[in-house]
């Protein structure tokens, strides 16, 4: 499997995943042309889209999928919140942290929910044909699911407190807005520290914010929580 950031900040989000069968995009957060460009034009040949939730940097550009035929799939309340005729909605059954998996294409997905404002935010396990699994997941306050078998983490680092308790600049209500909606970057190590990497050999970190983040300083940190033998990245903002 492989997974390769083309855009990931607060002004786009999109991601390609490929298990040497299928391809599935995660996000439709840039214009469809940039996207069209990132992927040698072939955007059509799209085996689906998946959106973790209806804000404008991962879903504001779903028309341009949908026109050429890509199937876009969503949870009911981001469908609906997103009021865009074609998108799909899976089962997010009431009170359960977990959807039961669908497939798209060769993969296996596993919806679970995220904490974030937005209608009904997910993130998701993805299965690849390949046997090798993916967890995706971006705009949450934080995570608490021990998924077996990860492969591949794909997890956002959005800021560091510190960073953002300095700046003077940003107004109080948004630091408060960024703190209940967002992942930062020690709530993140612990909780990978938590987890059972045993097959685990590489870890994304998404999303990192302009103003309160430091990059070197992000992998670092990570590389200390899951240890030497897994590859820590920072996706690019594209
Ligand atoms: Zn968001």
Not at 13 to 31: K, Q
Not at 103 to 114: E, N
Not at 134 to 144: C, M, P, Q
């Amino acid at each position: 499997m492989i997974f390769k950031p083309i855009a990931s900040s607060s002004a786009g989000n999109a991601y390609l995943v490929t298990d040497g069968t299928s391809r599935l995009l995660l996000e439709a957060g840039i214009p469809f042309k940039r996207l069209q460009k990132a992927l040698n034009f072939t955007a059509q040949t799209l085996d689906g889209c998946l959106i973790t939730h209806e804000h404008k940097d991962h879903a504001g550009h779903i028309k341009g999928l949908l026109a050429c035929g890509v199937s876009v799939y969503a949870s009911p309340g981001t469908a609906q919140a997103l009021d865009q005729e074609g998108v799909t909605p899976f089962l997010m059954p009431e009170g359960r942290n977990m959807g039961p998996p669908f497939r798209v294409a060769s993969f296996t997905v596993v919806p679970f929910r995220t904490f974030h404002d937005a209608a009904e935010p997910v993130g998701y396990l993805i299965l690849g044909v390949d046997g090798e699994r993916l967890v995706f997941a971006t705009d949450t306050v934080g995570l608490n699911y021990r998924l077996p078998g990860v492969t591949i983490l794909a997890l956002e680092a959005n800021y560091d407190d510190e960073i953002l308790s300095r700046n003077t600049r940003m107004p109080e209500t948004r630091k408060k807005r960024v703190r209940n909606s967002h992942m930062e970057i020690n709530r993140l190590c612990q909780y990978l520290e938590g987890l059972d990497l045993t097959g685990c050999r590489e870890l994304w970190l998404l999303h990192l914010s302009d103003a309160s983040s430091n990059e070197g300083r992000f992998v670092d940190l990570a590389e200390r929580a899951v240890g030497p033998r897994i590859i820590v990245r920072a996706a690019q903002k594209g």
